[in-house]
């Protein structure tokens, strides 16, 4: 992750954007739960998914 | 004065038997002291009394109503409640009667989304489950107690007090339709159910969760065209965001179990054309709309999942839904209840008797406490899938559900934990020693014992009783002298021990090795697998009464003998000192 690029860094910006415009409100938080599930699934490190969803959760 | 219905209950299929009240002996003054009486004939206080009978142990059974249970309430029962069933001797009619099934499925968008086998391995007679209402599975009990002198089985005698005397009894008021009267007994059973009076009046707390949700549970008869699995249905068009359950059970009728919208009241829910009208949306949506059907019993609860911290309270103890309170979506109510009992039943007797230790009924509650939290802890996890319990559960479950139609790996979060016989890893009566590692084939103190299969219509468990059991695998004709010693001496204490020799596959021919009660031959090899037997030395497990095991002896642990088996004993009968704490 941390080897993005700032070019792959803002894609994947727009895509979590468009993605969430195009769920519409109703299921944009469905939507991002469903992602992360996925995520977690495919990053294979309960730990670290741990760690990022802890860091989500600062500053909010 | 109480005054139970003399009415039959209504039941489309069941037919019930209005029991008469009998005037018992302490109506006409004090009567002697009693040794166990137990309050409620559900199938727990029923079951309990039946297997406290198979040690010499005579019980009073005191029962409010003047028939067995209205509705068909606990309607699935698991293998490990088979087999205790078939101690007691009712298993039989329920095998004749009830309708085994073993497959569990659940729908998302019309799509089966996740199918769930329960296993069933040939050294089982009993398959992983089996419906039948619970008024079949109490009637089989009743009809068994009424062949059974030790047990007085009192109808229409409600409970109204209980008062704890200094001196090692209990006194209980009870109120007939007759009157009043008293009754002694050293110790007391609470199998009252989940709104137990006894629990109550003994001012006694549960704890753990009640769940928001709310269910109706609906028996119907209908004929549909279905195998009995088990149906769960998430999120139907019908009953958004909520899951509807389906069960078959003996006679054509179906249960039909659906959770209410959050915030309607069970009265509402309850009305004949809310009923009707969400059962009519179920049977479309499974495409049966239109089946004539008819409604026998309805209700409505709520998922909880609570337990008392002791489930001894002096000379009163606990067992089954008195005990704790446990969400039904495991089957875990009568089930985690019918091990109480059995686990209960041994204990209790064996202390009456003299045979063991009073701290057994400790560890009846320690072994059943425990128990009951593991259950708790894993039902949390099927409840909170079934029923969320706050916003971000929801929204796990609702994604879960739309990854599940297209995504493998999250349909085994459907997985739908079902009550299992608990491991008795910890358990204070198991023989401590330098145990084994932890790889080891073979079984941990404390774990079920596993049924073999010995023959066509022939398993292990055919041949156990009321009994502790030294199951003991050999290729010698005899066991060691100082072993036959010992276990001479352990029989003139006078309770039930008995040597089952196992005698490894291909010396079939091989005559009783002398000094077991019972030799068994292990033609097909399943003994020493399930058992973790080496092919070559004797090696040993001690079985408690209630298919529990608590000490092991195996090539790769130590070697049985005089002395250990004395240890181990002594320690299963609660008397060891400095029992490893827990």
């Known amino acids: 992750m941390s080897d993005t690029s700032l070019a792959d860094l803002e894609q994947i910006y727009d895509a979590l954007a468009h993605a969430i415009d195009r769920a519409g409100p109703a299921k944009s938080e469905l939507l991002l739960v469903k992602f992360a599930l996925l995520l977690g699934q495919a990053m294979n490190d309960r730990a670290g998914f741990e760690r990022l969803l802890e860091s989500a959760l600062q500053d909010l | 004065m109480h005054q139970p219905t003399a009415i039959a209950h209504r039941s489309l299929y069941y037919d019930y038997r209005v029991h008469p009240y009998v005037s018992p002996p302490e109506k006409l003054g004090p009567g002697a002291r009693h040794r166990v009486v137990i309050v409620g004939a559900g199938p727990i206080g029923l079951a309990t009394a039946l297997d406290l009978a198979r040690y010499g142990i005579a019980s009073v059974v005191l029962e409010s109503e003047l028939q067995v249970v209205e509705g068909s309430r606990a309607i699935v029962f698991t293998r490990r409640s088979m087999e205790i069933l078939q101690q007691i001797g009712v298993a039989a ?131 549909l065209d279905l195998p009995t699995e088990r149906l769960a249905f998430f999120d139907p068009t019908w009953n958004p965001g909520n899951t509807v359950l389906m069960h078959r059970e003996p006679d054509d009728m179906w249960r039909i179990d659906y959770q209410l919208p959050p915030g309607e009241a069970p009265e509402q829910a309850l009305q004949i054309d809310s009923l009707t009208a ?94 009951a939290r593991e259950i708790v802890d894993e039902a949390g996890k099927s409840t909170r899938f079934m029923t969320p319990p706050s916003r971000g559960f929801r929204l796990l479950r609702d994604a879960t559900l739309s990854l599940s139609l297209q995504h493998e790996f999250v349909r085994p979060l459907f997985h739908w934990r079902t009550s299992r016989p608990h491991e008795y890893l910890s358990s204070s009566l198991n023989h401590s020693s330098a145990a084994g590692a932890h790889n080891a084939p073979g079984l941990s103190d404390g774990a079920p014992a596993p049924n073999v299969y010995l023959g066509p219509d022939d398993y292990l468990f055919d041949h156990l009783g009321a009994s502790f059991y030294l199951f003991y695998y050999t290729a010698e004709p005899e066991l060691p002298q100082a072993l036959r010693d010992a276990i001479a001496e352990i029989e003139q204490d006078g309770f039930p021990f008995e040597v089952v020799a196992i005698v490894p596959a291909g010396r079939r021919a091989a005559p009783p090795v002398l000094g077991a009660a019972q030799t068994l031959s292990d033609e097909d090899g399943r003994f020493a697998a399930l058992y973790g037997f080496a092919p070559e030395g004797a090696q ?31 320690s299963a009968l609660g008397m060891a000192h400095g029992a490893r704490s827990r």
């Not at chain 2, 079949?136 to 107690?145: D, S, T």
């Not at chain 2, 989940?194 to 753990?208: F, I, T, V």
């Not at chain 2, 009456?352 to 425990?370: I, K, N």
């Not at chain 2, 070697?559 to 240890?567: C, F, N, P, Q, R």
């Open chain 2, 93 to 223: 009619s329920v095998t004749a009667k009830g309708l085994p099934w073993r497959y569990g499925n659940s729908f998302y968008r019309g799509q089966r989304v996740f199918r769930m086998e329960a296993p069933h391995p040939q050294d089982d007679r009993f398959g992983p489950l089996i419906n039948l209402q619970q008024q079949y599975l109490e009637g089989f009990c009743v009809a068994q107690i009424e062949r059974d002198p030790l047990i007085d089985l009192r109808w229409g005698s409600h409970v109204t007090g209980i008062v704890h005397n200094g001196d090692g009894h209990a006194t209980l008021s009870v109120d007939t339709p007759d009157g009043g009267y008293r009754i002694d007994s050293e110790w007391v059973i609470a199998t009252d159910g989940a709104r137990s009076g006894l629990r109550q009046k003994l001012g006694l707390k549960m704890q753990g969760d009640a769940y928001e949700g709310r269910f109706v549970i609906a028996d119907i008869r209908i004929k």
């Open chain 2, 278 to 371: 969400r059962i009519n949306a179920q049977l479309e949506m499974i495409g049966a709309g239109g089946t004539p059907w008819e409604l026998d019993w309805y209700s409505v609860y709520s998922a909880r999942a609570m337990t008392l911290p002791d489930y001894v309270c002096e000379r009163v103890i606990f067992a089954g839904d008195a005990a704790h309170m446990l969400p039904i979506f495991g089957v875990r109510g009568a089930n985690t209840g019918l091990q109480d009992g059995h686990n209960l039943a041994w204990k209790l007797a064996f202390v009456l008797r003299g045979w063991g230790s009073p701290r057994l009924l400790d560890t009846y509650s320690e072994e059943r406490v425990a128990a």
């Open chain 2, 540 to 570: 040993a497990y001690l079985v408690r009464p209630d298919q529990h095991t608590s000490a092991n002896w195996r090539t790769d642990t130590r070697k049985i003998s005089a002395a250990s088996l004395k240890a181990a004993l002594h």
